[in-house]
């Protein structure tokens, strides 16, 4: 059998994902929830209630076709600027979801984890936090970070933060750091890096996501707002994937 053959043949011919060759581990920033509210003359919080719904969906679907890894970005360290009713909106979301999820973290064998600063957020969404993340500590299906109050500059801060305590203690020589043990003390530790990152809304940044592990990841950038996100737009995004030439600094 030629070489093509065999590509098209392990390929679903509909949406072009290779099923046997996916990303280990899948990164998302889940925006425009208020230009899709805007859109239909909703206020800004109806587009967070549609976007949580889609993040339900879309962790469904990666949890159904194999994926390991899925990050998602909740809320930044920068979205605090936003009108506290926003805020306490999509907390409110966070807290809902949190509930649905002490079940269904055991009933669909999700581990469920959160990168960011926790001790910003209110004590009851601390203690569901916990909770969860420790009831699904041992699930072996897809592995589920949310980024909430999470940006990738503090996250390095902190690091070095640590760094520096280990340093003046003693415990540690400043030879001894290399790229690892940064790694090690970042959020992600232990999680391998997002090989995809995915932006929907047609903003082409980062903001503040996922600096320190995204140094070689690939990015898919699309238009559709991420109420709208689909597992076909999720497809699309796998299909560009595979058709990449990932060189990592070489030939
Ligand atoms: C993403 O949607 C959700 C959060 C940042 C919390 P946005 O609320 O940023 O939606 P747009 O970008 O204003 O459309
Ligand atoms: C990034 O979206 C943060 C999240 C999706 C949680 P933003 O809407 O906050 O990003 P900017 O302000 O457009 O860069
Ligand atoms: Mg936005």
Redesign the pocket.
């Known amino acids: 059998m030629c070489e093509e053959m065999v590509f098209f043949k392990n390929k679903n011919r509909k949406t072009g994902v290779d099923k046997n060759n996916l990303p280990e581990h899948i990164a998302i920033?889940?925006?425009g929830n208020g230009r899709w509210a805007k859109k239909r003359g909703l206020p800004r919080t109806a587009g967070h209630a549609a976007g949580s719904e889609t993040f339900r969906k879309i962790a469904t679907y990666c949890n159904d076709i194999g994926i390991k890894y899925l990050s998602v970005?909740?809320?930044?360290t920068?979205?605090w600027k936003r009108p506290k009713e926003e805020v306490d909106a999509i907390m409110g979301l966070l807290e809902k979801y949190l509930i649905e999820a002490y079940d269904s973290v055991i009933k669909d064998n999700i581990r469920l984890t959160f990168w960011g600063e926790k001790a910003a957020l209110s004590e009851k969404l601390q203690a569901m936090i916990h909770e969860v993340e420790e009831r699904s500590r041992e699930m072996t299906g897809l592995h589920v970070n949310v980024c909430l109050n999470y940006g990738g500059r503090d996250e390095i801060a902190r690091a070095v933060k640590s760094i520096a305590k280990e340093v003046i203690s003693g415990k540690i020589n400043p030879e001894t750091i290399d790229e690892t043990f940064i790694s090690d003390r970042l959020y992600s530790a232990g999680t391998p890096d997002p090989e995809l990152i995915i932006r929907p809304s047609g903003?082409i940044?980062v903001?503040n996501?996922l600096l320190w592990q995204s140094a070689y990841s690939e990015y898919y950038f699309t238009d559709v707002l991420w109420p709208d996100f689909t597992s076909k737009v999720l497809d699309e995004a796998i299909a560009a994937f595979q058709n990449r030439n990932r060189r990592f600094g070489g030939v």
Not at 73 to 76: G, I, N, R, V
């Open positions: 920033i889940m925006d970005y909740a809320f930044s920068e979205n903003e940044r903001s996501f």
